[in-house]
């Protein structure tokens, strides 16, 4: 109908037609986008599944990278928000050990940890290669079994995107004596020494990243199952 606010008498959608248009849009572009990286799959893949063979020297087909990749892009279309978050969080808490789950818990309520690395001193007085890396006061604040296995832990945990670094904190001076006083700290000082020169430290602080928090408080909520 024409009007002084639409002259030329088109029909103007509602909200709820356009929120409605938007998500048929987006439905679209997932499926497209899905579907042109399957096509990029049937190029790349080969004509033939590779076979395995048998003790006993039958060649048995094995299931194909394909078929396993068609079926994550398949749970793709249907996956949620909240069921995708629910198997990103399974699947990296399977990735963990106990001692690495109470790190966890002890940084979950904001805390900050003191960390370091020590690295040998080369002829020209910088610093060479790593010596101790990750050395760290949270696996005993956090009581873990193995206190010795904490610069892995901590390592380990910093690939999974679960822990994040940060500068030096001199409000942690105190906690950084206690941490260079440790046997295994002390041993890399040691080594890492070329005559009068020192080992190279680098000091740092451990704290939970977002991943880390997120996925604790889903944990600790339930959310996991």
Same mark, same amino acid.
């Given at each position: 109908?024409?009007s002084l ?11 709820r ?10 439905t679209?572009a997932e499926?497209?986008?899905l579907?042109?990286?399957?096509a990029?799959?049937?190029?790349a893949a080969p004509?033939r599944?590779?076979?395995a ?7 048995t087909?094995a ?11 398949d ?5 949620s ?6 198997e ?5 808490i399977d990735q963990?050990v106990p001692d /690495? &789950?109470r790190?966890?818990g002890a940084l979950?309520?904001g %805390? +900050? ?6 690295? =040998?001193?080369?002829i020209?007085?910088g610093?060479g ?6 050395a760290s006061?949270?696996g005993?604040m956090?009581n873990?079994?193995?206190p010795?296995?904490t610069p ?5 945990l ?5 822990l ?7 409000q942690?001076?105190?906690e950084?004596q206690?941490l ?9 000082l040691k080594?890492?020494?070329r005559?009068?020169? /020192? &080992?190279k430290?680098?000091k740092?602080?451990i704290?939970l %990243? +977002? ?6 408080? =889903?944990a600790t909520?339930?959310?996991l199952?």
């Amino acid at each position: 109908m024409v009007s002084l606010f639409n002259p030329l008498g088109l029909v103007v959608p509602t909200t709820r037609t356009i929120v409605r248009i938007s998500a048929q849009v987006a439905t679209w572009a997932e499926r497209q986008a899905l579907g042109a990286l399957r096509a990029r799959l049937d190029v790349a893949a080969p004509a033939r599944p590779p076979l395995a063979i048998a003790p006993g020297g039958e060649g048995t087909a094995a299931e194909p990278l394909r078929a396993k990749m068609d079926r994550l892009l398949d749970r793709a279309l249907e996956q949620s928000t909240s069921t995708g978050r629910q198997e990103l969080f399974g699947k990296i808490i399977d990735q963990l050990v106990p001692d /690495e &789950a109470r790190i966890i818990g002890a940084l979950s309520d904001g %805390s +900050v940890s003191p960390m370091l690395h020590v690295y =040998a001193r080369t002829i020209s007085g910088g610093g060479g290669d790593p010596i101790l890396e990750n050395a760290s006061l949270v696996g005993k604040m956090a009581n873990v079994s193995l206190p010795q296995m904490t610069p892995v832990y901590v390592g380990h945990l910093l690939s999974l995107g679960l822990l994040e670094t940060g500068p030096e904190d001199n409000q942690l001076k105190d906690e950084y004596q206690i941490l260079g006083a440790d046997s295994a700290v002390l041993r890399a000082l040691k080594k890492g020494k070329r005559g009068p020169m /020192e &080992a190279k430290v680098e000091k740092y602080t451990i704290r939970l %990243s +977002v991943l880390g928090r997120d996925l604790w408080a =889903a944990a600790t909520a339930g959310e996991l199952g």
